[in-house]
């Protein structure tokens, strides 16, 4: 699994630059076996999927990563660190590992552009067979059901000039920005606690206004933010809600928007999972909600159940401390053997 997981970190695969690492994973799938399909989603930009046999379950993550000034694996304590090691190249290692140990089954789908706009799995074709699906990313082992939708905002915000000395004379621009994120967080949607994401959040990225050499007022401030969305809410409801909140500060602009989405617990594929636990590390599963978007949404709504599980907590990808622990990958790697084994074997779905 580290010769893998080596491998991959070491080939370069930026979003926008995912072609190599896609084409080193066709080689080693054909030399596993399977029949392969490359198909461009931009110049250069293929998505991969691949398949051994007609598996109704489809094993789902993506090829892109952040971009790093370096790219090699660094091992220290049981953990690997590199760019992606968690998001999500040690799932593919894991993934890897099982289907060279373990002919059955299998269908795949490597995607690009993730970490962008997820054009890939939005525009991902797949074979007529797929019923069900596990996407890899990094969830401590744990399967959500549930996935965050989001808002990708910009607030322009307008206000008024005055002298540095007397601020009640103007409409500070960076003062209105805050007072128009606390609207935001006390609206209806965002107070509402979702049973297994429990709480949204606003989370502001970047904010710009005033300037550092002047004593003056700020009459302009802008702001990137995200709003997280769970369950049953929607994209256009809070839009709505958030333009009427907002009108008396500025303009509004939707940068990009994503659903959420929840499947029951009594869905096939986490029932898989949850046999798959039991049977490969002798527990329950535990069931959590995915606070962000993955290549489950657009899987959903093409008509796929999909559960996220994999190695490696969430809140360390996208930083310098990435990681993620051999023995967690050969937990999932464990997990993944009898989920492709047992859809194999079940005549229900073959």
């Not at 962000?292 to 994999?310: C, F, Q, R």
Request: net charge negative; proline share 7%; with cysteine.
């Amino acid at each position: 699994m580290k010769n893998w997981l080596k491998a991959l970190v070491e080939i370069p695969s930026p979003t926008g630059q995912e072609k190599d690492l896609q084409l080193f994973l066709e080689e080693n799938l054909r030399r596993l076996g399977f029949e392969t399909e490359l198909r461009e989603v931009a110049p250069s930009r293929p998505n991969l999927v691949a398949w051994r046999g007609q598996s109704p379950l489809l094993i789902a993550t993506h090829s892109d990563t952040l971009p790093a000034k370096e790219y090699s694996l660094r091992e220290e304590g049981g953990f690997f660190y590199g760019p992606g090691v968690a998001d999500a190249k040690g799932q593919i290692a894991a993934l890897l590992s099982v289907l060279e140990e373990n002919r059955s089954p299998a269908t795949l789908a490597f995607t690009v552009d993730e970490e962008g706009r997820g054009e890939g799995s939005k525009n991902l074709h797949l074979p007529p067979w797929v019923k069900m699906a596990v996407v890899l990313e990094p969830t401590e082992l744990k399967v959500a059901i549930a996935q965050a939708g989001s808002l990708d905002l910009e607030l322009s915000i307008k206000g008024r000039k005055a002298h540095g000395a007397c601020p009640r004379e103007g409409d500070n621009a960076i003062i209105m920005a805050l007072e128009a994120i606390t609207r935001i967080w006390g609206l209806n949607f965002m107070r509402t606690r979702h049973p297994i994401l429990e709480w949204p959040h606003v989370i502001p990225y970047w904010i710009k206004g005033g300037d550092p050499e002047l004593y003056v007022i700020p009459d302009e401030a802008t702001i990137r933010l995200e709003v997280q969305l769970f369950p049953p809410f929607t994209p256009e409801k809070a839009i709505t809600e958030i333009e009427r909140a907002i009108a008396d500060y500025g303009r509004l602009k939707v940068l990009d928007f994503d659903p959420p989405f929840e499947i029951s617990p009594q869905a096939e594929v986490v029932k898989l999972a949850e046999r798959a636990f039991l049977q490969a590390l002798g527990q329950r599963v535990t069931l959590t909600g995915m606070p962000s978007w993955t290549d489950a949404e657009p899987l959903y709504h093409k008509g796929i159940e999909a559960i996220v599980l994999g190695a490696g907590k969430l809140s360390e990808a996208h930083t310098e401390r990435e990681r993620v622990s051999l023995e967690e990958l050969k937990r999932l790697a464990a997990v993944l053997v009898v989920l492709l084994s047992s859809v194999a074997d079940s005549v229900d779905w073959l």
